[in-house]
């Protein structure tokens, strides 16, 4: 049995959480500056310390202190004597840093199939219809076998769609040139906030998350998000994207002795703003099962408002740091949070939330029965590793010794949507050119030219070369040559 990581600790107690429970997921609230950062960073050692990977993104960039080795923070040591903590000792942990603009981290894709309709029209910011319309022309390239790699794809696939609407209606339903336009105009956005990057190959391997060091501890990844949350729905939706591939490509493990992975979703918020009713199904579905595929979640936001009910339910997990009830909402979400809590006779649970202090927490984990214990009010134990941001030459150096070194680094551009529906208008644009193009010499006859510049005809020839250009163009000229020669 893998030994409980310990958390918290107070003068009475200490706060273990237990491996076999970990994947029942978990929350980690509390105001700006509290000390959320440091409670995850305490989390990620001691699941990396169990041998299980972790994912959590680096949206303020403090995280990657976790792969340099602690010391010398007066902060740290005062709290290490406070806690009584003897077995305390400085070291760092094994890490994989990446980066969706492959600036601080090695390149991390997916394709625009493997993000799917439902999640791309979150992302493109599309009604129901114009979601329709993205689902049908999935359907379109997947009946042809064209893949749909990236956005250069999906942008091909909308236009050919649009040229094709009306042959395509009876099976795959109305296409409008107005749904197409919402599409194309979403995908020109995210091209202009850098999203293009996110969508091609190679894509990443689930694996490639689950690893662990020559040592056996698991490899704490670590996603590069200061620049990406600059977009905070592309944020939100490939984090998601990255949790439902879990869900759909892990098997059933049922309940094991410690995770196969945790996964950190920080500013939880943004996944569940302005959701619409079908992602929040799918998002609470994901969590409900995924548990036993041996993975935990754990969400990270400022209040515990943020998570819908049906998702908050399921986080048996709880680190509640301190709220500032400032606002009737204020109020309102530090009287939930007491509620959700069991009740210990010894802490007032909705006084101490606005009293604690940096560090300081609100904990309830659940027992080997799956039981929540009583909350304790208590102290967050210090991380072991580097609290804060790290060089660019520290980062350039754990980079050279990645796992991962040299596998996504360049991009691939295959045969895909895009180059086989240019190849196709090239075709058809040249069989046109054949068979309507005009033979002048042959139309005209051979016959001299008569001293005159330009005959009539000539003329005529002349101007209809140049109004070849189009199709009503060609057959204005047929009728207009016709009349003028005459027929036989």
């Not at 995850?40 to 310390?49: D, I, P, Y």
């Not at 199904?281 to 209040?303: A, D, H, M, P, W």
Request: one cysteine or more; charged letters at 20%; proline letters at 4%.
């Amino acid at each position: 049995m893998s030994a409980p990581i310990l958390i918290a600790k107070n003068a009475d107690s200490s706060n273990f959480l237990l491996p076999k429970m970990a994947n029942r997921h978990g929350l980690i609230a509390g105001a700006t500056g509290t000390g959320k950062t440091v409670t995850l960073q305490t989390l990620a050692e001691g699941f990396s310390s169990l041998g299980v990977p972790v994912f959590m993104a680096d949206v303020k960039g403090d995280l990657a202190g976790v792969s340099q080795l602690g010391g010398g923070n007066p902060k740290v040591e005062a709290r290490v004597q406070q806690l009584s903590l003897t077995d305390f000792a400085y070291q760092k942990f094994p890490v994989t840093f990446w980066d969706v603009f492959g600036q601080k981290g090695h390149p991390v894709r997916t394709t625009i199939a493997e993000m799917g309709p439902l999640l791309l029209a979150r992302l493109l910011n599309l009604n129901e219809v114009q979601g329709g319309v993205l689902n049908a022309v999935f359907k379109i390239a997947d009946d042809n076998g064209w893949l749909l790699l990236d956005l250069k794809d999906l942008r091909a696939m909308m236009q050919h769609a649009a040229d094709n609407a009306a042959t395509y209606q009876t099976q795959y339903g109305n296409i409008s040139s107005a749904s197409v336009g919402a599409v194309q105009r979403g995908l020109l956005e995210l091209e202009t906030q850098g999203a293009g990057e996110l969508f091609g190959e190679p894509a990443l391997n689930l694996d490639d998350l689950m690893q662990t060091d020559s040592q056996g501890r698991g490899i704490i990844n670590i996603l590069a998000s200061d620049k990406l949350f600059n977009s905070p729905r592309i944020y939100a939706t490939f984090l998601l994207w990255l949790l439902s591939e879990l869900f759909e490509k892990l098997p059933e493990v049922g309940d094991l002795e410690k995770p196969k992975l945790v996964f950190f979703f920080d500013e939880a918020h943004l996944l569940f703003t302005d959701a619409p009713q079908a992602l929040l199904t799918k998002i609470e579905q994901v969590v409900r099962l995924i548990r036993s595929k041996g993975v935990g979640v754990y969400f990270v936001t400022q209040n515990p408002l943020d998570i819908p009910d049906a998702v908050l339910a399921q986080l048996g997990n709880r680190v509640q740091h301190a709220l500032r009830a400032f606002t009737p909402r204020d109020q309102k979400a530090v009287n939930a949070a007491a509620e959700t809590f069991r009740s210990n006779p010894k802490v007032n649970v909705a006084t101490a939330i606005t009293e604690l202090g940096v560090g300081e927490a609100l904990i309830s984990f659940l027992d080997e029965k799956g039981i929540p214990t009583p909350v304790e009010r208590t102290f967050v134990c210090p991380p072991s590793s580097h609290i804060g941001a790290i060089t660019d030459a520290e980062r350039a150096e754990i980079m050279k010794t990645s796992l991962v070194l040299g596998v996504y680094d360049k991009t691939v551009d295959r045969e895909s949507a895009y180059e086989i529906l240019k190849a196709r208008a090239n075709k058809s644009a040249t069989e046109a050119k054949d068979d309507e193009g005009f033979q002048w010499g042959d139309l005209l006859g051979n016959s001299k030219k008569s001293s005159r510049s330009d005959s009539i005809l000539e003329s005529a020839a002349k101007s209809a070369a140049r109004a070849v250009g189009s199709q009503l163009g060609r057959s204005i000229i047929r009728g207009v040559l016709g009349s003028l020669l005459g027929k036989k």
